[in-house]
């Protein structure tokens, strides 16, 4: 039972290019969700999902595309990448019948040149 | 409007020594309040969560207290040791049970702990 994991750890990106960060949970959680974590600020939602091929819109969704073709994985899309996406990417999943219970990943850390 | 404080936003203390962080939040309607330990570079992990009926829930050496009267919790670390160093996030929700759940989160208080 390896939880929440995500691929890759670090990446850095040139201003334009893109790219897609994987997260996949084997809890069979039915939530998912795409947070962004900058210094001084709190978690912020970039998008989520509430099962397998849905998704909505968090608080910052600007600049960001997800899928959920399978229950078990969520990816994050930046189609052009931005300096402003400079971020540590964090991903959680829940459970329906506990969904404020949030287990994340180890996150990713993307530096955007 | 929806917000999560937490004080102080650093704090440094021997090993061994208590101490007490504090969270004090605007959500409505209230659902529940967590509190989650991050190490560095790592995610959060889920130390307690607490719903409206809850006063104190207790994980080991962390003790959170819930006042849904006054909107505030604290949590209280007893008998620190070197790997409590880490950011605590207090984390509210909102009790709503459309799709448009709100789930805010604080900035976190840096705890270092000093040999």
């Known amino acids: 039972n390896a939880g929440v994991t995500q691929t890759p750890k670090f990446r850095v990106l040139k201003t334009g290019q893109s790219m897609t960060l994987l997260c996949a949970q084997d809890m069979n959680h039915e939530y998912m969700y795409w947070y962004r974590q900058d210094p001084g600020m709190g978690l912020r939602l970039i998008h989520y999902?509430?099962?397998?091929?849905?998704?909505a819109k968090g608080e910052v969704p600007d600049g960001y595309n997800v899928s959920r073709l399978k229950k078990q994985n969520f990816l994050l899309g930046l189609e052009s990448a931005a300096p402003s996406q400079t971020s540590v990417y964090f991903c959680?999943?829940?459970?329906?019948?506990?969904?404020?219970?949030?287990?994340f990943g180890p996150g990713t850390r993307l530096t955007v040149t | 409007k929806n917000q999560v404080e937490q004080s102080p936003q650093s704090l440094i203390i021997l090993e061994g020594k208590n101490c007490t962080l504090q969270?004090?939040?605007?959500?409505?309607?209230?659902?529940?309040l967590r509190w989650y330990k991050q190490d560095t570079g790592r995610g959060p992990v889920s130390l307690t969560i607490?719903?409206?009926?809850?006063n104190t829930k207790s994980n080991g050496r962390y003790t959170a207290t819930l006042d849904a009267d006054t909107k505030q919790s604290s949590l209280h670390i007893t008998a620190s040791q070197l790997s409590d160093s880490a950011s605590y996030i207090c984390?509210?929700?909102?009790?709503?049970?459309?799709?448009?759940?709100?789930?805010?989160f604080g900035k976190g208080t840096r705890l270092h702990i000093l040999p």
């Open positions: 969270c004090n939040y605007t959500v409505s309607p209230f659902s529940n």
């Open positions: 999902s509430v099962g397998e091929g849905t998704t």
């Open positions: 984390v509210v929700s909102a009790g709503t049970k459309n799709r448009d759940d709100k789930i805010i």
């Open positions: 607490m719903t409206f009926s809850e």
């Open positions: 959680a999943s829940s459970s329906k019948t506990s969904r404020y219970e949030q287990y």
